[in-house]
């Protein structure tokens, strides 16, 4: 067990006046939790584990002939387990994305900020990657503060230099295999095997990512949660006194004394506090810094057993169990949020289900809305086809309106053949004897699936030609003009 003796002046006693990771002075304390041991901590490496293997596989699962996640800027397609979204679906994600960020404020309602401890990408590669390796490297917090304290000498440097060009080594790996979700792996080993200047794209936003990530977790650390992450801003607005967060039980843990005396079972050993990866004082109460993580839990239960002692002092309960009520789950805004977590869930459903394998949308071309010529009046459309499976498909396109018998089209006469995912545009041509026009008229493309049952139509077009009016030898009125 570490005690507080140990440590030396670099000990600082957390309070509710400023950051555990600010000196008197105003300057940085650079904060090394201990190592700990328990259940939630056991339960937390493995879900690390669990999430990291999941972040690491996803480009190499395919589904559908395409990674499993694979968001494809350069051709404007977006797969996700199977469901691959167009440039024009996008709208779908909207709904999933806010109904993730609404489930995570529901998740926070119940249980407090279960995600930032246990799931939070950048708490499990900080706690579970970069903290181990320090560990590993230069070992536990006693001996990470000693070498901070120490002047340089060959020693430090070694271990210094090989965690660092370790950060380095993992930082790049992290951002290699998140460029593998917008390019694919294939196409990211083609790019490693060629020199940088055939993709400076590519290459300076692995620079970039490298940099970044090696940069907040080799020194910004737990300040990203406690300074700049919005979602610790909002823990107190979501959160009630029947939510469950950690917690100091102060009935039984106050008045804190020696071990042997007739006091509350709170020794006063801090080991609470050394395990903090944010360093607060967990008997404080709760505290925007604290992410949920239990490493207090499996330090105070530790102790408790060791000194025969029930565990539970600092546990997982809502402040008003631990204040001896009982806590109530289902209350208004639980249930104000699962209404609402129901319509969000509800929406993306039926937004999803809208969502069509084929696509047809035709415009006017650029130029004169109509054109005539020899006595033959032409209109030109540009008709574009998007085959949204991932297999080639064969299609019909065809006119269908109220058309006139003697209206004339050219460029709908092939079969049209597109690859998976892939588009192509055809140029259609309406001709109508001058001496057959009296109006315009509306009409639209209708494009079949020759291999399924899958249809779409394109949006009404409207033919257009010289107002008939114009032929009359009486006078005009320019009131006949005023739309």
């Not at 990866?277 to 499996?298: F, H, K, M, S, Y």
């Not at 289902?330 to 319509?343: Q, S, V």
């Not at 089209?409 to 597109?418: N, W």
């Amino acid at each position: 067990m570490i005690h507080a003796a140990d440590i030396g002046l670099t000990m600082k006693t957390p309070t509710l006046d400023s950051l555990s990771s600010i000196q008197e002075d105003g300057s940085r304390r650079y904060i090394h939790p201990a190592d700990v041991r328990g259940r939630f901590t056991s339960w937390r490496r493995w879900s690390a584990l669990l999430l990291i293997g999941i972040y690491v596989a996803l480009p190499w699962i395919p589904i559908n002939g395409y990674p499993a996640v694979f968001l494809d800027v350069q051709e404007r397609r977006f797969h996700f387990l199977g469901l691959t979204l167009a440039t024009q679906d996008l709208w779908v994600g909207f709904f999933l994305i806010t109904g993730l960020a609404f489930s995570l404020f529901y998740v926070t309602a119940l249980f407090g900020r279960l995600w930032c401890g246990w799931t939070c990408p950048y708490t499990v590669f900080l706690e579970h990657v970069y903290r181990r390796i320090e560990r590993w490297i230069e070992g536990d917090a006693t001996a990470r503060r000693r070498l901070d304290d120490a002047p340089w000498s060959l020693h430090k440097v070694f271990k210094r230099g090989l965690k660092h060009g370790t950060y380095v080594v993992i930082s790049a790996v992290i951002a290699h295999i998140f460029l593998s979700y917008f390019v694919s792996l294939k196409k990211l080993y083609e790019m490693m095997q060629g020199p940088p200047t055939q993709h400076l794209a590519a290459f300076g936003v692995v620079i970039f990512l490298t940099g970044s990530l090696y940069f907040a977790f080799s020194w910004f650390r737990e300040q990203f949660c406690v300074i700049l992450c919005p979602y610790g801003r909002l823990q107190s607005a979501l959160t009630d006194d029947n939510s469950v967060v950690i917690g100091y039980d102060k009935n039984r843990g106050e008045p804190r004394g020696k071990v042997g005396s007739t006091t509350g079972s709170c020794i006063d050993c801090r080991r609470c506090v050394q395990v903090c990866p944010t360093g607060i004082d967990i008997r404080n109460g709760l505290q925007l810094e604290c992410i949920g993580c239990a490493a207090c839990v499996d330090a105070c239960d530790d102790i408790m057993l060791k000194l025969k002692r029930p565990t539970g002092l600092v546990r997982y309960s809502s402040l008003t169990a631990l204040a001896g009520g009982k806590t109530h789950f289902l209350r208004p805004r639980i249930i104000l949020y699962t209404g609402l977590l129901l319509l969000g869930m509800g929406a993306f459903i039926f937004s999803a289900t809208r969502i069509k394998p084929l696509r047809a949308s035709s415009v006017r071309m650029v130029g004169a809305p109509f054109y005539l010529a020899d006595g033959v009046l032409r209109n030109q459309f540009l008709v574009r086809v998007i085959n949204k499976r991932n297999s080639p498909g064969r299609y019909r396109l065809e006119l269908a309106g109220d058309l006139p018998a003697n209206l004339s089209v050219t460029g709908l006469d092939e079969e049209l053949h597109l690859a998976p995912l892939a588009e192509d545009q055809k140029t259609l041509v309406l001709s109508l004897p001058e001496s057959a026009f009296q109006r315009s008229f509306k009409l639209h493309v209708k494009v079949t699936d020759l291999d399924r049952s899958d249809s779409a139509e394109t949006r009404q077009m409207e033919f257009l030609g010289p107002d008939p009016r114009l032929k009359s030898d009486a006078p005009l009125n320019p009131k006949d003009f005023v739309q």
